[in-house]
């Protein structure tokens, strides 16, 4: 079985050969270790490794981890789809949402923030393909989105996060994160001070670095097989 070290190692090679490709700076881009079903000694060996940031997907199995690991230096992002009754637990425990597709949670985030963490990093969630199965907001709602979140005291508004339709053409991945970027060109045409494009997981790194992510998001290959749930 690889080690940690080894699966680190090459993801980053994966990283560093697309911005190559692209013509970018590898320092550039993050990575954010999806650690959803994963135990906290596999969270605490990257960690060990220089790995810092890490991406849960459940609030309940989120808790429980970063109690168990509360001594730990860890930037918490979520990423998985926000219920109402969850933002409490995420305005309070978390560094960033990546997740955010309406109004009523960007507020609710705002108002449960305690102001002694400062302002809670969020990014909004742009169903870019329009799937009906998805979260995400369509592109035409991100400037009210955008315009609210900037405003809000308890938030900083960071970007854009998107997850596209499964292509198995990369070229059709590379359009849904050029539209993604496009989107995002857009709000900083408007004034928003935005510096992160959250897309590209570990089969569709190289056409987001393309187009410009500066965050990807990688799981199993970087953790090996998922703990059984």
Known sequence: MESASGRLSAVR???????????RDPAEVRLLAVSKRHAADRILGLLSLGQQAFGENYVSEALGKQAEMADADIEWHFIGPVQ???????AR??????????????????????AS??????????????????SGAAPPELPALAALAAS??????????????AW?????????FARTRHCFELLRAEGHDIDTLSMGMSGDIAP????GSTMVRVGTALFGPRDPS
């Open 13 to 23: 090679k994966t990283i560093a050969a697309a911005c190559a490709a692209a013509g």
């Open 152 to 165: 809000l005291p308890g938030l900083r508004l960071r970007g854009l996060m998107c997850i596209p339709r």
């Open 117 to 134: 963490l400062g302002p809670l990093n969020v990014c909004l969630q742009v169903n870019i393909d329009e799937e009906a199965q998805k």
């Open 84 to 90: 109402s009754n969850k933002t409490r637990d995420l």
């Open 93 to 114: 425990a978390f560094h960033w949402v990546q997740s955010i597709d309406r109004e009523k949670i960007l507020r609710r985030l705002s108002d449960q923030r305690p």
């Open 208 to 211: 987001a670095i393309a187009e």
């Open 168 to 176: 198995d053409d990369p070229e059709k991945s590379r359009q849904a």
